[in-house]
């Protein structure tokens, strides 16, 4: 809807020799700083042989490289951040940006920003500057249920299926997964393509739902794969951490028993730790991508409660991952169980 929307905006500006729009999208599922989310507006604008290392940069300098590329494209510059949630308490961009022009940062650039979520209690935890800053203004969209887009595949299927190129039940059941999931159209149809990718892989005539339900497998695992190699380094640091107690077999694990492996890693890749608190913040993150499962105990009456962690995926999969690190001392430990 939000790409409709804009696309319409897009033609309708065209018929105006004064006004140059310009819109850029970021999806901040996998950034949760504002300086993750300033290197990757700034790679998403320029070219690839001149994006810049998304470590290294102080966060201000990553700001200054950021208005220098706004202020070279002009004109009222929309930026889309899908899932804007993710960016979580280190909200500062969401200040700077809308009042860039104000503070003397830019010039012939007049940018906005639009924020998509489906966490409706996201607003609440922006810090009361931002708030303050964005006048914001929620617009709602609901979920597609199961009928609506089983419409929406059938249409789609029309013009890129052949005839009988998919069983009865194919449509109905990814209508049925994503409703269940998210509601997402973008989900649903990437449920069929994949669907469709696997039967042909497989010389076979017609999709059927056994490939439906692989193909959702597929995309799940591919999804958390994604979520690990886009973490950032100490969220990498946490996870060979983990992993390292997980080959040893002892997980689940509490904080307090990752976080001296965590620290060695550390140390091990030239990296200042960050105090275990932080640290267990990164643990969270894992688990809220559902690359981790959380256990919540309770040590009695005058116990306190404490959190566990042990994996939710497959260890080998998890050895490819950080097997591929660059930035990250990986132990012996793990590349042997490639």
Not at 20 to 30: A, E, F, G, I, K
Request: aromatic letters at 6%; hydrophobic letters at 35%.
């Amino acid at each position: 809807m939000s790409r409709y929307l804009l696309e319409r905006l897009r033609q309708d500006t065209a018929q105006f020799d004064d006004v140059n729009l310009s819109v850029y999208w970021l999806n901040c599922t996998n950034l949760s700083s504002s300086y993750q989310v300033a290197v990757n507006l700034v790679n998403t604008i320029r070219p690839p042989e001149e994006r810049i290392s998304t470590t290294g940069y102080p966060q201000q300098r990553v700001f200054d490289i950021l208005y220098e590329e706004l202020e070279a494209i002009g004109g009222t510059i929309l930026l889309v951040f899908d899932e804007i949630d993710h960016i979580g308490s280190d909200d500062e961009i969401l200040y700077e940006l809308p009042r860039a022009r104000s503070n003397g940062y830019l010039d012939s650039a007049k940018p906005g920003v639009i924020g998509i979520s489906n966490d409706f209690g996201f607003r609440d935890d922006l810090s009361p500057k931002v708030k303050d800053t964005l006048c914001e203004e929620a617009i709602h969209f609901p979920p597609y249920d199961a009928p609506e887009l089983k419409a929406i595949l059938r249409q789609r299927a029309d013009g890129a299926l052949h005839e009988d190129g998919a069983e009865q039940g194919v449509i109905p059941l990814c209508a049925a997964l994503a409703a269940q999931d998210t509601g997402s159209a973008r989900q649903a149809l990437k449920l069929l393509y994949k669907a469709g990718e696997l039967a042909r892989a497989a010389g076979e005539s017609a999709i059927t739902e056994d490939h439906v339900h692989d193909a959702r497998s597929e995309l799940e695992q591919s999804q958390i794969e994604h979520g690990m190699r886009e973490l950032t380094q100490h969220g990498h640091l946490s996870l060979v951490a983990a992993l390292q107690l997980a080959l040893d077999e002892d997980t689940p694990a509490r904080v307090r028993e990752i976080y001296p492996r965590y620290r060695t890693l550390a140390e091990q890749s030239s990296i200042d730790p960050l105090v275990r608190r932080r640290m267990h913040d990164h643990l969270a993150d894992l688990a809220m991508l559902g690359i981790l499962e959380r256990h919540s105990r309770n040590e009695g009456r005058a116990g306190s409660q404490y959190y566990e962690y042990e994996f939710n995926v497959a260890l080998g999969l998890v050895c490819k991952v950080v097997s591929e690190l660059d930035s990250v001392v990986v132990p012996d430990r793990v590349t042997r169980q490639l």
